[in-house]
């Protein structure tokens, strides 16, 4: 009996703990089941949201880490962290998913697929059995869309440089610039004219206006502004008079900032004349009285300071408050000759951080006096001299934008030195060693007008081009290249019934060049010529598109683009896309790339298409794909200016 007992507590032992843990769970499987059943459904239930929230808006649900679901406003969002209710723990990761070069998904290396992510969604529960559930999956953008451009509006919303936008079928091209204008050829590229109310003196001009001082004297227009009206090309533009302002005076030169207009006029009081001109009609808003008591001769104003030449004087005047100048200092030009010297055309400019007047003068030895501005105009020290005149009067200036150069006429006169135009190198650093006497600037080139005595003057640096208008002669309209600085040389010129007064050079909005030309003829004084390369096309150009803000952050996938390369052009293509700046598109900076992520490359054709894949990542601050801005830059380029390379249209695909 004892052995039998033992024998059977040993079955017991083994029987009882199997027994009582199916018992056990036995007892539990219904709950457990009903806690799985739940937490399958919450599964579901999560999944289905999550692609929910990518569907409406990929920005909410992309960005990588751990969250859990709630409701806001009706609909299902993520919020930080895993979250416990009603006994079951919900965690979503969302994580990155990189790429190798065949573009299959890898664990370690390879490329960041910003368009891709991985979500692992985990239920859990600890009752009645600690226990889990998972699902691992991938979601990608597929709310595809496309941005195209095609029509001429399109085209000449971007930057056209030497390039232009033309009519192709029902919709736009861009091509390289110039159409048949030519600089040289001048006869035969006067585009429109207007008649003016009277003789002009002198001219100024900004896209879409010019501005004319007039007047002899007597009672009359002593100002005008015209409006320049330029269609998409290939239209011409036209002008239009806007309004006049009458006075008894004589206009000699005229400045505008588009609101105002600053007029220097004859007169022994109130010798310049302040006009509103944001409104017609003009009004009067000030007057100054110069101190010399004699006419004024230029005008020129830059940074809140007027500059006004009258006598043998350049005056400077704080007009921060326009209805109150306050004149700040005065300097006389150096070493009058003979006959009255005088200070004629002034010009103010930044050179090297410093605030220049450069002033043309008649009369003096130095014909060109350059002037270091300081203390707000109350010190004008004299930096540099060019030994350019004697008796002669300078009827023209003009600087380069980097301050290096002057441009300047001087009239027939009297004395050693011929009539014409004169390239001056200002470039000497100031002072000199050998203060406190003044650089001696050199003369570079000069160029002779012949029997035109010269009036007016204007230069086109970036086409290497000066135009001179004058009185005599048989070309009162002359161009002269200065391509080769050492050596101006005439290249085209317009033979007028009457003197030429003045001229101006301006680059319209789609980078067309012009020239505006007044004459004392009795009627279409004022002339629009149309300037250019030479040749039909130019020989390389750019194309930077108008920027595209989808409103969101996009990821930018590729694009294609309809070109036309014929034999001896070429055309190439970059892309960009950017993050806003404060929210917004306008002023983004952008880094356009090629196919190898870099600014030194270039897509190009295959066949009559550009096509590609917009290279997605962040190569520096300015170029991030996904990104909210886009644009795109396209060179075109020919060997034979008779031919063009040609875009047509051009598609980008992003998703949401």
């Known amino acids: 009996m004892l052995v039998e007992l033992i024998m059977a507590i040993g079955i017991a032992a083994v029987i009882l703990p199997a027994l009582l843990t199916g018992l056990y ?43 859990h679901l709630v409701i806001s406003a009706n609909q299902w969002t993520l919020a930080a962290n895993a979250k416990t209710t009603n006994g079951f723990t919900q965690a979503v990761v969302i994580s990155d998913i990189y790429r190798n070069s065949s573009d299959a998904i890898v664990s370690t290396g390879g490329t960041l697929d910003p368009s891709t992510k991985q979500v692992t969604i985990t239920i859990s529960w600890s009752q009645p059995m600690s226990t889990s559930i998972s699902d691992s999956f991938l979601l990608a953008r597929t709310t595809d869309f496309t941005y195209t451009q095609q029509t001429q509006s399109d085209f000449s919303a971007g930057t056209l440089s030497s390039t232009q936008v033309q009519p192709y079928n029902s919709n ?54 015209v ?23 004589q206009t000699n030169a005229v400045y505008s900032d ?93 050179y090297n951080g410093n605030i220049y007047a450069l002033v043309g003068t008649a009369n003096t030895l130095f014909g060109l006096q350059k002037f270091l501005v300081t203390s707000g105009g109350a010190s004008l020290q004299l930096v540099g001299v060019s030994n350019l005149s004697w008796q002669q009067a300078s009827e023209g200036l003009a600087v380069s934008p980097d301050g290096t150069r002057a441009y300047i006429a001087f ?21 000199p060693s050998w203060w406190p006497f003044p650089n001696w600037y050199s003369i570079i080139g000069t160029y002779n007008g012949g029997n035109t005595d010269p009036d007016g003057m204007a230069v086109m640096t970036a086409y290497n081009k000066a135009l001179l208008v004058g009185s005599g002669g048989s070309d009162q309209y002359q161009v002269i290249d200065i391509s080769n ?32 030309l007044i004459d004392g003829e009795s009627k279409n004084q004022f002339k629009i010529i149309e300037g250019g390369n030479g040749g039909t096309y130019a020989a390389t150009g750019t194309f930077v598109s108008s920027t595209f803000n989808p409103g969101y952050s996009a990821a ?101």
């Open 25 to 67: 769970a036995s007892s539990n499987s219904k709950p457990q089941q009903q806690q799985r059943a739940q937490a399958v459904a919450l599964l579901q239930q999560t999944e289905a949201a999550i692609r929910s929230i990518k569907s409406s808006s990929w920005s909410t649900f992309s960005n990588d880490g751990t969250y």
């Open 485 to 516: 600085e050492d050596d101006p040389v005439y290249c085209g010129g317009l033979a007028l019934s009457s003197a030429a007064t003045g001229v101006t050079g301006i680059t319209d909005q789609y980078n067309n060049v012009y020239s505006y």
């Open 227 to 249: 409006a320049i009206n330029t269609p998409l090309p290939p239209g011409s533009p036209s002008a239009s008079l806007v309004a006049t302002y009458t006075a008894t005076a």
């Open 411 to 431: 009239d027939q006169g009297a004395g050693p030195f011929s009539k014409g135009f004169f390239i001056v190198d200002t470039s000497p650093a100031d002072p």
């Open 556 to 656: 930018y996938n590729y694009f294609s683009a309809s070109v036309n390369q014929p034999a001896n052009t070429t055309i190439e293509l970059q892309v960009a896309s950017a993050p806003p700046l404060n929210g917004s598109c306008t002023g983004a900076s952008f880094n356009y790339i090629g196919p190898d992520d870099t600014s030194n490359t270039y897509f190009t054709p295959n066949g009559s298409t550009i096509s590609g894949t917009v290279p997605f990542g962040t190569y520096n601050t300015t170029y991030q794909n996904p990104g909210q801005c886009f644009s795109y830059k396209v060179l075109l380029s020919t060997t034979n200016t008779s031919v063009t390379p040609s875009l047509y249209s051009m598609t980008v695909n992003y998703s949401q």
């Open 172 to 225: 736009g091209q861009v091509e390289l610039g110039a159409g048949n204008a030519n600089w040289c050829t001048p006869q035969n590229s006067i585009v429109n004219t207007l008649t003016l109310p009277t003789t002009g003196n002198s001219i100024t001009a900004a896209t879409g206006s010019a501005y004319i001082g007039m007047g002899n004297g007597t009672n009359g227009p002593v100002f005008a502004k």
């Open 258 to 350: 588009g609101t105002y207009a600053y007029l220097a006029v004859n007169g022994a009081t109130n010798q310049v004349v302040i006009l509103k001109i944001s409104s017609t009609p003009y009004t009067l808003t000030k007057t100054i009285t110069l101190p010399s008591g004699t006419n004024a001769n230029g005008i020129y104003v830059f940074q809140g300071l007027l500059y006004v030449t009258s006598s043998n004087i350049l005056y400077v005047y704080n007009i921060s408050n326009i209805t109150s100048p306050v004149l700040e200092g005065s300097v006389q030009m150096w070493l009058g000759t003979g006959n009255t010297p005088l200070a004629k055309q002034v010009i103010a400019q930044t």
